[in-house]
T-cell receptor, first 114, second 114 residues
């Protein structure tokens, strides 16, 4: 039972390059989330998808786009990476009360932008 | 802005001692959860307490919630070296009910010395 799978685990980009972070869950959850984690800042919500076909901005959406490809997959795209986007990115999913309100997290993608 | 602020930011104790960490939040909530993050890993759910509950236990974990003070505490009894991790509170604000957009605090780094 894989849970939430993120790829890649590590990535180094140059300023201005683009990339897509992939996330897939196999728990049939409706809601999916992208967070970034920076030292001393906890987790901050970038974008979320309450259900297939919908996406909404979180606290720090600037510089990012998302796609809810289907119920399983939710990708995060950096169109033109900036050093300020150096961070650890986590994907999470939940089914709200149907999942006891628990968010399940992937292992993270560690991104460095030079 | 962050909903949850945790205190202390870091805590170092001897194995066998109890560890207490606190979380304060800003707005009315449906529930509050605690998550653990081992170094280099994703977050893992520990325990959930609903807004109408005052105390909850799970194994060596005890969580309290004071909605009048907008605060919660997590007590880990008889700590073990394996409890070394960062601990985060996460709130489900009433104002965003149904989106399961949990807001995470800044975390407490716990180190248990053998």
């Amino acid at each position: 039972n894989a849970g939430v799978t993120q790829t890649p685990k590590f990535q180094v980009l140059k300023t201005g390059q683009s990339m897509t972070l992939q996330c897939a869950q196999d728990m049939n959850h409706n809601s999916m989330y992208w967070y970034r984690q920076d030292p001393g800042m906890g987790l901050r919500l970038i974008y979320y998808s309450a259900s297939e076909g919908t996406t909404d901005k979180g606290e720090v959406p600037n510089g990012y786009n998302v796609s809810r490809l289907n119920k399983r997959e939710f990708s995060l795209r950096l169109e033109s990476a900036a050093p300020s986007q150096t961070s650890v990115y986590f994907c999470a999913s939940t089914n709200g009360p149907l999942a006891k309100n628990i968010q399940y997290f992937g292992a993270g993608t560690r991104l460095s932008v030079l | 802005s962050q909903q949850g602020e945790e205190d202390p930011q870091a805590l170092s104790i001897q194995e066998g001692e109890n560890a207490t960490m606190n979380c304060s939040y800003k707005t009315s909530i449906n529930n509050l959860q605690w998550y653990r993050q081992n170094s280099g890993r994703g977050l893992v759910h520990l325990i959930l307490i609903r807004s109408n509950e005052r105390e909850k236990h799970s194994g060596r974990l005890r969580v309290t919630l004071d909605t009048s003070k907008k605060s919660s505490s997590l007590l880990i009894t008889a700590s073990r070296a394996a409890d070394t991790a960062s601990y985060f509170c996460a709130t489900d604000p009433k104002e965003t009910s149904g989106t399961y957009k949990y807001i995470f605090g800044t975390g407490t780094r716990l180190k248990v010395l053998a």
